[in-house]
């Protein structure tokens, strides 16, 4: 599998973490079942990032190690696994250049001022990704043609560099190869000429993923590119795609400072993929109660390491995993078992469903924190947590000694601040009302 991963000139607003996270769910509901290749490309040179270097004054790998780091840091801390390979454009110029060299060689691309453009027109299956028909698009090409170029939507192989940006030697000069080519290249180089699953956020279907599949197609001699694609919906605010030209994003490295990794990803996981995803304070609002509600759950629940280690996550989650990554179907299941485990009496039961309901939470990269952790965090009302603890030891005594009122009294007051008990077996827990 390969996803298309960052370009790197810039902190990663939410909006480019949300393919990073969807995909990495993907990864780890797969791998249960099959043996997966997972690459990850990184774009590290770009006009965007040649303008960022030339702007700061300092050659592109001071910007692109600083952003790769920030880049990596970030999705860790949001739980998203390393992919197998991570490869980066640069350290690919020697394949691009050869599969470039093939196209020429089986008249699919053509040489002109410096410039390496692929012929559209060489290829009857353009447009099969994002079904647009190449005549129309012909007819309605608005894009200022560049005189190089025999049609307007042939599209740079290969283009060349004055001094001032970074350049490679090839057969056509110094110069650097145009974004399309990268992927082509790096998932040939690390995952063959046919993959199974290609990845990215919807905005690449139209050119880019359109521009692959026709570069790697016609250089395999037809030989299919990938055989299956899926592509996650916009996260947008205030129904506007969030993107740096719109000014209207959230990085992550800010985000990070107020709130937990888990409660993003959560968040980001809370709308199928496929659907657009509309970010408000609210989405966090409504993440960060979910897992006040798992870890609520599995906080009074001890378990050996073999038991955690053998449970198995619920069918009903595997259910929805399975079919297309429903997410919003599998929280709800996991929202269910948590319900079942809270008002559950028997120990035994109350074991298995919190051993149940932590797999589920391994498998989709939630409830990794310890939950006294989790609550000793914040959630407590302005009441700390030992606060917290000794009120409820207080309404326990009270309790024993048959002094209702003043148990109930204690209770009412870590209600006026957001606290709820819940009595259970195990004694009396808390957590945080909706
Ligand atoms: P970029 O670094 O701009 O190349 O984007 C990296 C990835 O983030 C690409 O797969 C984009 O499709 C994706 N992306 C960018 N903006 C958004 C957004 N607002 N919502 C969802 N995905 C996005
Ligand atoms: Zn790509």
Redesign the pocket.
């Known amino acids: 599998m390969y996803l298309?991963g960052?370009?790197v000139y810039n902190y990663a607003h939410i909006?480019?973490a949300?393919?990073a996270v969807v995909f990495d769910l993907l990864t780890r509901v797969l791998r249960r079942k099959y043996k997966l290749i997972y690459a990850r490309n990184i774009?590290d040179v770009d006009d965007k990032i040649n303008q960022a270097a030339l702007d700061a004054d300092v050659p592109i790998d001071q910007i692109t190690t600083k952003y790769i780091k920030a880049y990596n840091e970030d999705m860790s801390v949001l739980g998203v696994k390393s992919p197998d390979i991570e490869p980066r454009a640069t350290e690919h110029v020697k394949e691009m250049i050869e599969m470039i060299q093939l196209l020429l060689e089986k008249n699919h691309a053509y040489e002109a001022e410096g410039h390496v453009l692929f012929d559209v027109s060489s290829n009857p299956d353009y447009g099969i990704l994002s079904k647009r028909d190449l005549r129309e698009m012909i007819a309605g090409a608005r894009v200022e043609v560049a005189p190089y170029k025999s049609s307007p939507q042939d599209f740079v192989l290969w283009k060349p560099s004055s001094r001032e940006f970074p350049g490679w030697d090839s057969p056509w000069g110094r110069g650097r190869p145009g974004w399309h080519i990268e992927c082509s290249a790096m998932s040939k180089k690390h995952l063959g000429n046919t993959i199974d699953i290609h990845a990215?956020?919807?905005?690449?279907i139209f050119p880019h993923h359109e521009n692959e599949i026709a570069q790697s197609t016609c250089a395999h001699d037809g030989a299919p590119f990938a055989r299956y694609w899926v592509h996650?919906g916009?996260?947008?605010v205030g129904s506007k795609?969030?993107?740096k030209s719109l000014g209207n994003v959230l990085l992550l490295h800010d985000l990070l400072k107020v709130t937990s990794g888990e409660v993003i990803r959560l968040a980001l996981l809370s709308a199928h993929y496929r659907q657009p995803l509309e970010w408000s304070d609210q989405t966090l609002h409504a993440a960060t109660r979910m897992l006040d509600r798992f870890y609520g759950a599995v906080r009074l629940i001890d378990l050996t390491k073999a038991e955690r280690q053998e449970a198995e996550p619920p069918a009903a989650v595997i259910e929805a995993l399975e079919d297309d990554i429903n997410t919003p179907k599998a929280l709800a299941a996991m929202f269910h078992l948590a319900r079942t485990l809270n008002k559950t009496d028997d120990s035994v039961e109350r074991k298995k469903l919190g051993a149940s309901l932590l797999a589920g939470g391994d498998l989709m990269g939630l409830i990794q924190e310890n939950p006294d952790k989790w609550f000793g965090d914040g959630a407590d009302g302005g009441l700390s947590v030992e606060n917290i603890e000794m009120m409820l030891t207080e309404r326990e005594k009270a309790r024993s000694n048959k002094n209702f009122s003043a148990a109930d009294a204690i209770r009412d007051r870590l209600a006026n601040c957001g606290i709820q008990i819940e009595d259970s077996v195990e004694g009396a827990r808390w957590r945080r009302t909706e």
């Open positions: 298309c960052p370009t909006g480019n949300r393919p774009t990215g956020g919807q905005d690449l996650n916009f996260l947008s795609k969030m993107s």
